[in-house]
Nanobody, 125 residues
Framework: QVQLVESGGGLVQAGGSLRLSCTAS????????MGWFRQAPGKSRTFVAA????????RYADSVKGRFTISRDNSKNTVYLQMDSLKPEETAVYYC??????????????????WGQGTQVTVSS
């Protein structure tokens, strides 16, 4: 069982930046594709970004392309999400997730096996 813990959320003004991190337990982190999702109250959880094993491939939601960057450090069992030029509508709880089966990247939440508890990101106008 993999345990994921997100951190780095907080309050930021529109146009500002935050960097989220997600640290995983276990010795098999490098075998998992990793993804970031977000969910606002009363809304569905939506895909943000994903990164493959060994950082070979990345994928982004169209709404965040050019502003967000996903990366990972397998030696630290950590995946990061750098978020620039944040918008108020991106206020949400941000979750990291691990996919033990994919050799690439996926935007489908049900294909991920493990989830963190989430970290709150609030973007003020």
């Amino acid at each position: 069982q993999v345990q994921l813990v997100e951190s780095g959320g907080g309050l930021v003004q529109a146009g500002g930046s935050l960097r989220l991190s997600c640290t995983a337990s276990g010795r098999t982190f490098g075998d998992y594709a990793m993804g970031w999702f977000r969910q606002a109250p009363g809304k569905s959880r939506t895909f943000v970004a994903a990164i493959s094993r060994s950082s070979i491939s990345t994928r982004y939601a169209d709404s965040v392309k050019g502003r967000f960057t996903i990366s990972r450090d397998n030696s630290k069992n950590t995946v990061y999400l750098q978020m620039d030029s944040l918008k108020p509508e991106e206020t949400a709880v941000y979750y990291c997730a691990a996919d033990r089966r994919s050799n690439g990247v996926t935007s489908t939440s049900v294909l991920y096996d493990y989830w963190g508890q989430g970290t709150q990101v609030t973007v003020s106008s």
